[in-house]
Structure formats: structure tokens, C-alpha cells
């Protein structure tokens, strides 16, 4: 017999091969510490057949191997600084009745949030440059949009930490005078993934100004004769007219006297 922590393990009892997997999609995540535990606050470490702490790191495949016996466990991994989900322990049931091996796969779903860009009528719009900040305005991440909103995960963006979303510029015909967007993203994985709406204003066309109609100059109305010279004028052609009759009546007097005479 072997103890710890007032455990007693009993040589020979049937066990179980577990295996945890944890996964994204269908790959698995390396480098996750996990532990198994026999109560639900995670307070008492649980061992396995051998006596050893039921603690390890994933492999390369996202998997670690454990020989244990009988029970009710609870497994924890630790996503600390690796821009996972935080999840709620797993309860893990163990009975040799059942197979000698329990495959149990966990899957994970990265921190992170999506941005999606689009113009006043919501039709994406390609060529924003966006910066991704801490809080405190460290500059973590700098993409451009394109007709899909932006996946932005890694292993600094983190859950239950806000994120600022800068706009650094905006493609031609937008306008540039876009407020920052801050985002805090939840410790447990929600149903969907948040996502930052971007939405960008055309610019308006400034009017063109109104050209001024240079007015024809106006054309000088001629004076009106005088009336008083106007009789003048009158009574001279007048005089003209009745001069001009009288030396043509007697010129034809005279030329009617001449025959006359013949």
C-alpha cells in the first residue's frame, strides 16, 4: 500500500487508461497543463495507480495518458497566457466495467473576437488598416480588412481583457474620423463570437461654387429727339418739298411755252 493525502491505493485493482485530448477544430493543442482532482472546487489533488500526482502537459497531438482507478474526477487544465477560452472543470467518471481505455476529448476555442468593416448600407468594405491595442495602448496586432470580417485571436489576446480597435486609415472616398471601439471579452466562451462593427462614412462631395454671371452691359437707349426740334426738322423738309415743286412747275411752264412759240 502507498499514501497520499490520507489516499490509500490498493496493488492490483483494476485501473483505466485515460486519455485527455484537448483540441481546436481537429487539431490538438500542445503545451496545456491539465490535472485531474477529486472534488469539484479543485481542492484534492488526484493520483494515479502509482501514486503520482495526476498532472501533465500535453504532447504534440494535445494529448496526455494517465493509469488511474475507479472514481469521480474533475479535470482542470491551465489556459494561463495562451489566449484560450477559460471552461468549466470537467467531470470525469471512471469504471473499469466500461473498457480499460477512456478517451475523452476536450475541445477549446481560441480567445478572440471578430472585426468586420463595412460602409453606411453594410457592404464590407476592403482596405482598412486596423490596429489591435492593449488597455494601456500597446500596439498588439495590425491588419486590413477584406470582404470577410477579421479573426483576431492569438496568444495575446486573452479572455476577461479589453482590447482597444483603432482605425489607422481608411481607403479613398471614406472619411477618416473614426472613434476608437473598445471590446472586453468574457472568461467563459460565449455561444457565438463577439464581433466589432466598423462602419464607415462616405465622403459628401463639397458643392462647387456658384459662379457669378457677369450682367451684359446694357445697351445705351438713344435719346429721344426733342420734340421742339423735331417740328423744326419738320417744317425745313417741308420747305425743301414745296421749293423742290415749285422750280419743277415752272420749269415745265417754261418748256411749254417755248413749244408753244415753235
Request: charge should be negative; charged fraction near 25%; hydrophobic fraction near 35%.
Amino acid at each position: 500500500e502507498t499514501g497520499h493525502d490520507n489516499m490509500i491505493y490498493i496493488e492490483n485493482q483494476p485501473y483505466v487508461s485515460l486519455v485527455i485530448r484537448e483540441k481546436e477544430g481537429d487539431s490538438g493543442i500542445a503545451g496545456i497543463e491539465c490535472g485531474l482532482y477529486l472534488d469539484e472546487s479543485l481542492t484534492q489533488k488526484a493520483y494515479d495507480i502509482k501514486g503520482n500526482v495526476l498532472q501533465n502537459i500535453t504532447d504534440e497531438n494535445g494529448s496526455v495518458y494517465w493509469k488511474l482507478f475507479s472514481g469521480k474526477y474533475w479535470l482542470k487544465e491551465d489556459f494561463e497566457q495562451r489566449g484560450y477560452y477559460v471552461t468549466e472543470p470537467l467531470c470525469i467518471s471512471v469504471n473499469p466495467e466500461e473498457g480499460d481505455t477512456l478517451i475523452t476529448e476536450r475541445q477549446h476555442i481560441q480567445a478572440g473576437f471578430t472585426v468586420n468593416v463595412t460602409d453606411e448600407g453594410l457592404n464590407p468594405v476592403a482596405g482598412t488598416v486596423i490596429e489591435i491595442q492593449s488597455a494601456e495602448g500597446t500596439l498588439l496586432k495590425t491588419m486590413t480588412s477584406h470582404h470577410e470580417p477579421e479573426q483576431v485571436t492569438g496568444d495575446v489576446i486573452l479572455p476577461g481583457q479589453k482590447y482597444v480597435v483603432h482605425v489607422k486609415s481608411v481607403p479613398d472616398g471614406f472619411e477618416k474620423d473614426v472613434g476608437d471601439i473598445v471590446i472586453e471579452l468574457p472568461e467563459i466562451m460565449p455561444s457565438s463570437v463577439p464581433e466589432v462593427q466598423i462602419i464607415l462614412q462616405k465622403k459628401v462631395s463639397a458643392p462647387l461654387p456658384l459662379q457669378k454671371e457677369t450682367p451684359e452691359p446694357l445697351q445705351k437707349e438713344a435719346e429721344p429727339f426733342p420734340v421742339f426740334y423735331a417740328g423744326i426738322a419738320s417744317g425745313i423738309i417741308g420747305i425743301i418739298i414745296m421749293t423742290v415743286l415749285l422750280i419743277l412747275k415752272k420749269n415745265k411752264k417754261e418748256h411749254k411755252t417755248e413749244e408753244e412759240i415753235l
